[in-house]
């Protein structure tokens, strides 16, 4: 319901944050400077000195309370090497962590955590088992070969990697009508 969530967005920081720690948010989505292979991503800083960062970012903003809390993150960002990084600078925001069981350890709720991550390439998802990234689907023309040169880490393809469907186009009058007009 588009009500729901316009009333949602006028709300306060504080009452988003509790939404998401009562389990009723669904989905978030987010970005980040740099996202690993387990959905860990980084806001907050380019740099191996904390007090002395070579780029400094905002920070998480509340990302680490949606990512936390809400059932399902969608990370939505551009796909180039310096992005998609084997080992974070900075874990600003929680993924898989370690991978299977890391964020239940860590007292996260069991059952959410990330869920795709949208490119202008492909859409990943998270393997069941070892909570990796791997390709879901390519943007039509691509290639996963193109996928993997633009990722500093291993990322495999699904066993049915798909060409992604184009928007419908009821999808792309609610976008421009009532999401963003």
């Known amino acids: 319901d588009l009500t729901f969530y316009r009333a949602l967005m006028a709300s306060s920081m504080c009452e988003i944050m509790e939404t998401c720690q009562r389990g009723m948010m669904d989905y978030t989505f987010l970005g980040g400077a740099q996202i ?9 800083m380019i740099g191996d000195d904390y007090a002395r960062p070579k780029v400094r970012f905002p920070g998480s903003g509340g990302a680490n309370d949606l990512a936390s809390f809400c059932w399902r993150t969608l990370v939505v960002t551009n796909h180039d090497r310096r992005r998609f990084v084997e080992k974070l600078d900075f874990l600003t925001t929680p993924g898989y962590l370690d991978g299977p069981g890391s964020r239940e350890e860590a007292g996260l709720p069991p059952g959410t955590g990330p ?4 490119t202008e390439l492909a859409v990943m998802g998270y393997h069941d088992e070892t909570r990796r990234m791997q390709v879901l689907s390519l943007h039509p023309g691509v290639t996963l070969e193109q ?3 633009h990722t500093a880490f291993d990322l495999p393809a699904a066993e049915d990697v798909a060409e992604t469907d184009p928007p419908t186009g009821e999808e792309l009058r609610i976008l421009r009508e009532e999401v963003d007009p």
């Open 147 to 149: 996928v993997q040169q």
């Open 36 to 44: 690993d292979c387990h959905g860990n991503l980084n806001s907050s």
């Open 115 to 118: 869920y795709r991550v949208i």
